[in-house]
């Protein structure tokens, strides 16, 4: 005889309520946006403002102050809209960020700055990747980030490359500390470095050359702004614009890069007996930036000079929220713990890195500005 009982339907339990999308993403990313405005309010005070810490580092400081002040089952309510804010927000932000830029800026510090720009680049990034996988032994998506940061934009430029390396929120977050730490002596550095120059002569061109030469090797734009201002005001100029010229350089170098950790995967998962495209093989698929494309086309778009100056200040407002707003949701998830278990080898890769972008900048300019 069945004895099995069956209740009845009056007694069952209540289907779960499905939870919306604000529900789920909305305090992750009202506290994002709480960071954010923090970070942003604290860099218009003057001093820090002077120092080169903009609100994108301010932000991420916030961030990790909040993360490892709350209790840890704290995070999991604002869990999903800080990873909408360290994902989707980060690329909009990326690609809003080509509003800063136009086609014509390279006019303005033409080929040779250019040149410049494009050899401190390669040369930046790729002696990261020598020093720090081949002497120091780090881990690949740590050695890339940094390398992107101080070859590039500083956070902007490690918070792009992220998504294509795959790193973790700690590896982001040690990158960050580098380029905060070592383009903040940039900008007391710089000014006296010129005043060397104009006794030695190894960076031609005054103040124009030498604003060059600080655009495409320190490593942040507010960095760039507050050591140049130390200089005089035609380095100041100079400098910002091949600074943009560099930033714009980040699209290719993303594209460049994916292709080429892409390719890397395939040729690991094919020597590990499976052929690149066997269906029983390990996906090998390809990081595709498309974010970078977004920029490109924004850049292009904004040469056009089609919006109108009050628009396009609207926009890059909205650009530094969604920065900040990534940035703070990034340091939220970081751990610092995981930061010191990092060790001293990420600070000793980027001061390397730093010690190149003065001396070896100032050669490269010098080959390149004399000739």
Not at 95 to 113: F, K, M, N, P, S
Not at 163 to 173: E, F, I, L, N
Not at 244 to 252: E, H, N
Request: net charge positive; hydrophobic share 55%.
């Amino acid at each position: 005889m069945n004895t099995e009982v069956h209740p009845h339907p009056a007694y069952a339990l209540p289907a779960a309520a499905p939870v919306s999308w604000g529900a789920r993403h909305l305090p992750g990313l009202a506290l994002a946006g709480l960071l954010a405005a923090g970070g942003m309010v604290l860099g218009q005070i003057p001093a820090l403002a002077h120092s080169g810490l903009s609100a994108l580092t301010l932000a991420i400081v916030l961030g990790m102050v909040a993360g490892n002040g709350v209790p840890a089952h704290w995070h999991a309510r604002p869990g999903p809209g800080i990873g909408m804010a360290k994902q989707q927000l980060l690329r909009l932000g990326v690609v809003l960020y080509g509003l800063r830029l136009t086609v014509q800026d390279i006019g303005h510090v033409g080929l040779a700055g250019v040149l410049v720009d494009a050899l401190m680049l390669a040369s930046t990034f790729g002696i990261a990747c020598w020093v720090g996988l081949r002497w120091l032994r780090m881990e690949r998506e740590t050695v890339m980030l940094i390398g992107a940061g101080s070859a590039i934009c500083g956070a902007a430029a490690v918070m792009a490359t992220e998504p294509v390396v795959r790193g973790r929120p700690a590896q982001v977050t040690v990158a960050v500390a580098t380029v905060v730490v070592f383009g903040t002596l940039a900008i007391f550095t710089y000014p006296a470095l010129y005043a060397l120059n104009q006794h030695w002569a190894l960076v031609p061109g005054g103040q124009h050359g030498f604003g060059l030469y600080a655009g495409a090797t320190i490593h942040e734009v507010a960095q760039v702004v507050a050591a140049a201002r130390g200089i005089g005001p035609e380095a100041a100029d100079t400098a910002v614009i091949a600074k943009m010229v560099r930033v714009m350089m980040l699209a290719p170098f993303l594209l460049m890069l994916a292709a080429w950790l892409g390719r890397r995967r395939e040729t690991r998962h094919a020597g590990h007996g499976a052929k690149p495209g066997d269906c029983t093989a390990p996906a090998a698929r390809l990081a595709v930036p498309w974010f970078a494309f977004g920029f490109v086309a924004v850049v292009l778009f904004n040469s056009l000079h089609w919006l109108p100056a009050g628009a396009v200040q609207a926009a890059n407002a909205l650009d530094n929220l969604l920065l900040a707003m990534a940035m703070g949701a990034l340091g939220f998830t970081t751990r610092l713990g995981a930061i010191r278990q990092a060790g001293p080898r990420p600070l000793l890769l980027a001061a390397v890195l730093a010690l190149w972008l003065v001396v070896g900048g100032a050669v490269i300019s010098r080959l390149v500005l004399g000739s």
